[in-house]
């Protein structure tokens, strides 16, 4: 059975001659005489495509064999038309060839190795046994991109045994005979049986997203090719989004967020002053009083227990303070002195509440109407 995936990375097309065709629990299990699908292994995932008019679900290798899953029959002997799932095909290329380029700067670096690969939907997590700085990931993302710009050409093939002492290659262990080694122009050179791109220059762009602290080593997140290309138009179109509402050049936006953020921290304090101020002016309005209902428009649950708080301060009895949001209404029922835990259930029952506190401080919401609210506490308690 010829690989014909070994042979051209790039054949999307082939004819084929069924060998086997036996059903399974989940579809057919169809054997050829030559195949462009690639079974899963070394870290990448199968092809998916299309056999004839049957679908290609999934392909896997067993002994000699590589069994592709099919959602319909096909008559042995026959001949088939295969097509894989290019777009698929090419973006895992793009992935794997750009992680075996980082992989083999970082060990040339480092010594470190490469211990966990994993390509997911978005991004590719790549594990290293060992810690990078950030400076020595910036300038490893630039390496890596300066070797996809050279174009250099990524061969592989099966030394021979006697070759094969002689052969410098990356590995996490000692290997038998036959050992697949992938050349990645002068950055890397590894054991590995997956499929690549021809040319360095296919993966186009590399771009490590992030790099956290992972067993003793580290995680990075990578994109690369289309995945690259995607990620950074949809950076692009934030930040463009982000100029435009800040006024500011697409490369100055950082800078125009933070005098921004300041200005408002600025104005935020301004307005905090002049809302105590405001909520002192209120709570004078009713000195001397002994207990109190005052409702207030649009305050955060935090402002509600701070006018409650002021307003508690001017009187002898308690304070009940309810504010009606986007949100809901918000209340905080205050005393300097006293046990409001009964009023503060009572009220919760009543108007379809929920809250709780301190015996001197309880808070919550609400679900009722000014009058519904005003009726309890005529009903209950005395706040004329
Ligand atoms: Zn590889």
Same mark, same amino acid.
């Given at each position: 059975?010829?690989?014909?995936?070994?042979?051209?990375?790039?054949?999307?097309?082939?004819?084929?001659?069924?060998?086997?065709?036996?059903?399974?629990?989940?579809?057919?299990?169809?054997?050829?005489?030559?195949?462009?699908?690639?079974?899963?292994?070394?870290?990448?995932?199968?092809?998916?495509?299309?056999?004839?008019?049957?679908?290609?679900?999934?392909?896997?290798?067993?002994?000699?064999?590589?069994?592709?899953?099919?959602?319909?029959?096909?008559?042995?002997?026959?001949?088939?038309?295969?097509?894989?799932?290019?777009?698929?095909?090419?973006?895992?290329?793009?992935?794997?060839?750009?992680?075996?380029?980082?992989?083999?700067?970082?060990?040339?670096?480092?010594?470190?190795?490469?211990?966990?690969?994993?390509?997911?939907?978005?991004?590719?997590?790549?594990?290293?046994?060992?810690?990078?700085?950030?400076?020595?990931?910036?300038?490893?993302?630039?390496?890596?991109?300066?070797?996809?710009?050279?174009?250099?050409?990524?061969?592989?093939?099966?030394?021979?045994?006697?070759?094969?002492?002689?052969?410098?290659?990356?590995?996490?262990?000692?290997?038998?005979?036959?050992?697949?080694?992938?050349?990645?122009?002068?950055?890397?050179?590894?054991?590995?049986?997956?499929?690549?791109?021809?040319?360095?220059?296919?993966?186009?762009?590399?771009?490590? #997203?992030?790099?956290? =602290? /992972?067993?003793?080593?580290?995680?990075?997140?990578? $994109?690369?090719?289309?995945? %690259?290309? *995607? !990620?950074?138009?949809?950076?692009?179109?934030?930040?463009?989004?982000?100029?435009?509402?800040?006024?500011?050049?697409?490369?100055?936006?950082?800078?125009?967020?933070?005098?921004?953020?300041?200005? #408002?921290?600025?104005? =935020? /304090?301004?307005?905090?002053?002049?809302?105590?101020? $405001?909520?002192?002016?209120? %709570?004078? *309005? !009713?000195?001397?009083?002994?207990?109190?209902?005052?409702?207030?428009?649009?305050?955060?649950?935090?402002?509600?227990?701070?006018?409650?708080?002021?307003?508690?301060?001017?009187?002898?009895?308690?304070?009940?303070?309810?504010?009606?949001?986007?949100?809901?209404?918000?209340?905080?029922?205050?005393?300097?002195?006293?046990?409001?835990?009964?009023?503060?259930?009572?009220?919760?029952?009543?108007?379809?509440?929920?809250?709780?506190?301190?015996?001197?401080?309880?808070?919550?919401?609400?679900?009722?109407?000014?009058?519904?609210?005003?009726?309890?506490?005529?009903?209950?308690?005395?706040?004329?």
């Amino acid at each position: 059975m010829r690989k014909l995936f070994y042979e051209d990375c790039h054949l999307t097309q082939f004819s084929a001659t069924v060998t086997g065709c036996k059903q399974s629990e989940k579809g057919w299990l169809v054997t050829l005489d030559a195949t462009a699908f690639y079974p899963e292994g070394g870290g990448q995932a199968c092809d998916i495509g299309t056999l004839g008019c049957v679908n290609v679900l999934d392909v896997r290798e067993k002994g000699e064999e590589i069994l592709h899953l099919c959602d319909g029959l096909l008559t042995v002997g026959e001949t088939v038309e295969g097509e894989i799932d290019w777009d698929r095909r090419f973006d895992l290329m793009q992935q794997h060839t750009g992680e075996h380029i980082l992989s083999g700067l970082i060990n040339a670096r480092f010594g470190y190795h490469n211990t966990g690969f994993h390509v997911g939907a978005e991004v590719m997590e790549v594990d290293f046994d060992g810690p990078i700085s950030p400076e020595e990931l910036s300038d490893l993302e630039k390496k890596a991109n300066e070797a996809v710009w050279k174009n250099q050409s990524v061969k592989c093939w099966i030394p021979s045994p006697e070759e094969l002492p002689a052969v410098q290659y990356r590995t996490k262990r000692a290997l038998p005979w036959p050992v697949r080694i992938v050349q990645v122009g002068d950055v890397d050179s590894c054991a590995c049986c997956g499929i690549h791109v021809a040319y360095t220059g296919e993966v186009g762009l590399i771009k490590i #997203l992030s790099c956290v =602290k /992972f067993h003793g080593g580290v995680r990075l997140e990578v $994109v690369c090719g289309g995945r %690259a290309y *995607r !990620y950074m138009t949809a950076v692009f179109d934030q930040n463009r989004t982000v100029s435009q509402t800040f006024s500011s050049k697409i490369l100055e936006t950082g800078e125009a967020a933070k005098k921004t953020q300041d200005a #408002l921290a600025k104005e =935020k /304090f301004r307005a905090n002053e002049l809302q105590k101020q $405001v909520f002192t002016s209120i %709570a004078g *309005r !009713y000195a001397g009083r002994k207990n109190v209902l005052h409702f207030e428009e649009n305050l955060e649950p935090g402002q509600v227990r701070e006018l409650a708080d002021r307003i508690s301060r001017a009187i002898s009895g308690f304070a009940a303070v309810f504010s009606e949001s986007g949100s809901g209404v918000s209340y905080c029922l205050a005393t300097q002195d006293g046990d409001l835990r009964q009023l503060g259930k009572a009220l919760t029952e009543a108007l379809n509440g929920r809250g709780g506190g301190k015996p001197n401080f309880q808070q919550g919401t609400v679900a009722a109407t000014r009058e519904e609210i005003r009726s309890f506490f005529d009903g209950n308690f005395c706040v004329k």
